[in-house]
């Protein structure tokens, strides 16, 4: 009997020793693999997501949030949640205080691990949940969810101004180009004034994670509602989209209602520096140079081989050889040509860009390619035809796209004389939540090497919540607004009549055979072109300012006609800072007269714009014509040739060409990014 008694402890020991080893093995091991080191949740986590299964925080996760420091930790994570953390490092819990980013052992396994799971090319798969979405359904289901919803905003503000999309897949040419203006086009009532956001009330200073309300997801995720800090949005004059005349704005709500939890990081909205009311050319040079001096983006969560190759780069720029005679590039173009070149070649020797598939057409992968909102459907359609940019193995990108139309999300979603941009901001938040589900790389940085390029008014407003750290290029570019010197770039609004042939009409009249002196036509948007009216509309022989052009009659000048016969166009703004007419000017060879105050010039980090422009305070529009007469005829054939060689920045072609619109656009994005980076 003691003899089994023996035998039997002996063998409990032996069974115990080997219990201990293996939990001692396996902790060790999960220690080194999990993000973040979340390793005991996941020991004592016994069920396994089913196949086919996001990673999000499903509807049944009871779980509470705890809060330490600048981190969260989900307390009662199931196994598919332990799961998902694991799988793309989204248990938004920060590695250490201050982002200082995980130890470099962990690092090291995550990098192996993504070289393994994120070599991703076409046969990858990972869009099927998105795309296989009814799209019709989904905006059904957000905007009836939405419609009565009285929303964050005051008022939206008055209705965009854009013509008729037309998109890649049925081109048709327009032959009344000649006559035709943005402000000429015949809109529906509801149609013709334009949109914008109001300002946004700064988030907490803390890092967050952010979601959207229980509405029905883009995918098939699981998603949970939160609430937003309130918004103290502003409504401007003529304020809301397709506001009738009789028509009163519904009184705002405190809070915008978003879901519960997400799968991804957002940081806090900067607490911006208090601006004067007019923040000057000048001003807004001194705050880029100080964006430069003090300004980074969140450090990753773990350090990868192409923040190297940025930070390389960014060596490589700032001490870049002394450029003499380019004859491509003329100096007095650019804030620092030397700089300009050297980022631009490495650009070209470095960049590789990851554009998501992900997304249902039309908000996403079909772009308008015609109108004054044009810029951002030439953008993607260029940029997903490009073949030298663009990589499939999303873990060697530097940049990240996110490939939607603002103008097409309007359209799509925006539900009439609602007056909000709720269910617009939901359609974001639930893209970037199965984003976040699918890919390691949003949570990495927070979406600081993420960038979207949009050209409609309400972007800024809507874009800037969610995608705080994010590379925004804006049309609408007020530095009022939230768009952020250095971080953000302005984007050019080209107005595309003819989309088969961009280039048609491009050029003037040589300077001699200028004889007005300033033009302007355009409707009466805004509070600035009533005033510019009021003091020149038939004051001045020299001076042809007018309201809506009525079709041009035989042996009378048209628009196109005037701005080629003009020394300077007027660019005047109309509901936003923004105007096709900047471009316009370039594109006819005029000198540009900016009367936008808080308008960022288009590629403002690269090109010197006082060298060929002239800006004219919003103010000073009574001594419009003592001001352009004060100029001398020498600098004003200056600015005139200078004119002509920043041209080649602001075209349109077919396949891209060096030094394009294109290509500058692209090198904005990517100047941003290396001068933002933080390791």
């Known amino acids: ?98 982002n200082e980013g995980p130890k470099n052992d962990f690092a090291s396994v995550m990098n192996g691990a993504l070289d393994k799971s994120f070599e991703l090319d076409g046969d990858s798969g990972l869009n099927g949940d998105y795309s296989s979405k009814n799209f019709s359904e989904i905006s059904k289901n957000l905007t009836s969810e939405k419609a009565n919803d009285s929303g964050n905003w005051s008022a939206v503000k008055n209705a965009s101004r854009h013509e008729p999309s037309l998109y890649l897949e049925n081109v048709t040419a327009d032959s009344s180009f000649g006559n035709t203006r943005e402000d000429d086009v015949a809109l529906p009532p509801e149609r013709s004034k334009r949109s914008g956001g109001g300002l946004i009330s700064p988030l907490p200073a803390s890092p967050q994670t952010i979601s959207s309300s229980n509405t029905t997801s883009l ?40 879901s519960d939890h997400s799968s991804i990081s957002i940081p806090a909205v900067e607490t911006r520096p208090e601006l004067p009311a007019v923040t000057t050319i000048s001003d807004m040079n001194n705050l880029f140079l100080q964006s430069r001096a003090s300004s980074h983006s969140m450090k990753p969560r773990w350090s990868s081989a192409v923040d190297q190759e940025i930070l390389y780069a960014k060596s490589q720029i700032e001490n870049a050889p002394i450029v003499k005679n380019d004859p491509g590039l003329h100096a007095s173009l650019y804030r620092n040509v030397s700089m300009f070149k050297r980022s631009y070649e490495l650009m070209e020797k470095t960049l590789k860009v990851y554009i998501y598939r992900e997304g249902k057409r039309p908000v996403f992968h079909q772009p308008p390619i015609k109108g004054i909102y044009a810029s951002e459907g030439w953008f993607m359609k260029l940029m997903e035809a490009n073949k030298k940019f663009v990589t499939k193995k999303a873990r060697k990108a530097h940049l990240y796209y996110l490939p939607f139309s603002s103008l097409m999300l309007e ?57 705080a750290n994010t590379i925004r290029a804006l049309c609408n570019s007020d ?27 491009l050029g003037g009249k040589p300077p001699s055979q200028k004889q007005i002196l300033a033009f302007f036509a355009g409707s009466m948007h805004g509070y600035v072109r009533p005033i510019l009216l009021k003091y020149w509309k038939d004051k001045d022989p020299d001076m042809k300012i007018y309201g809506r052009m009525p079709k041009a009659k035989k042996g009378k000048m048209n628009y196109i006609q005037h701005m080629k016969s003009s020394k300077y166009s007027i660019c005047a703004k109309g509901y936003e800072v923004n105007s096709p007419r900047v471009v316009e000017a370039i594109f006819y060879e005029c000198v540009p007269v900016i009367i936008s105050d808080n ?21 000073d529009i009574p001594n419009l014509k003592s001001i352009l007469l004060s100029i001398p005829e020498k600098r004003y054939l200056e600015m005139q040739m200078r004119v002509k060689q920043v041209q080649q920045h602001f075209l349109w072609h077919a396949k891209p060409v060096k030094y394009d619109v294109f290509h500058m656009i692209l090198h904005s994005v990517w100047y941003n990014r290396v001068f933002q980076i933080s390791v």
């Open 599 to 619: 308008f960022v010039p288009p590629f403002f980090e690269v090109l010197n714009w006082e060298s060929f422009t002239v800006i004219v305070l919003e103010k």
């Open 1 to 98: 009997m003691g003899q089994f008694r023996y035998l039997y402890q002996a063998a409990a020991s032996q069974l115990l020793w080997v219990i201990g080893t293996l939990f001692a093995v396996v902790f060790v091991v999960q220690y080194f693999e999990l993000p973040y080191g979340a390793v005991v949740s996941s020991l004592f986590s016994v069920s396994i997501p089913a196949p086919g299964k996001t990673s999000l925080l499903s509807s049944d996760s009871s779980s509470k949030l705890g809060t330490m420091d600048n981190m969260t930790t989900d307390q009662g994570l199931n196994s598919s949640d332990a799961h998902a953390m694991h799988e793309i490092g989204n248990n938004t819990k920060t590695m250490e205080r201050n």
């Open 479 to 505: 530095v009022r607004e939230g768009f952020k010197l250095g971080k953000d770039v302005s984007l050019p609004e080209t107005y595309v009549r003819i989309p088969q042939d961009p280039l048609r009409d």
């Open 219 to 258: 995918m098939n995720l699981d998603l949970h509602p939160i609430i937003l800090p309130p918004d103290r949005s502003s409504v401007k004059e003529g304020a809301a989209h397709t506001l009738n005349k009789d028509e009163k704005v519904e009184p705002s709500r405190n809070d915008l209602t978003l």
């Open 411 to 467: 359209e799509t979603l925006y539900v009439p004389n609602s007056h909000k941009q709720d269910n617009l901001v939901q359609f974001l938040k639930d893209y970037l939540d199965m984003i976040g589900a699918k890919y390691p790389f949003w949570n990495r940085t927070g979406g600081a090497d993420h960038f979207l390029v949009a050209c409609h008014d309400w972007a800024p407003f809507e874009t800037r919540k969610l995608m």
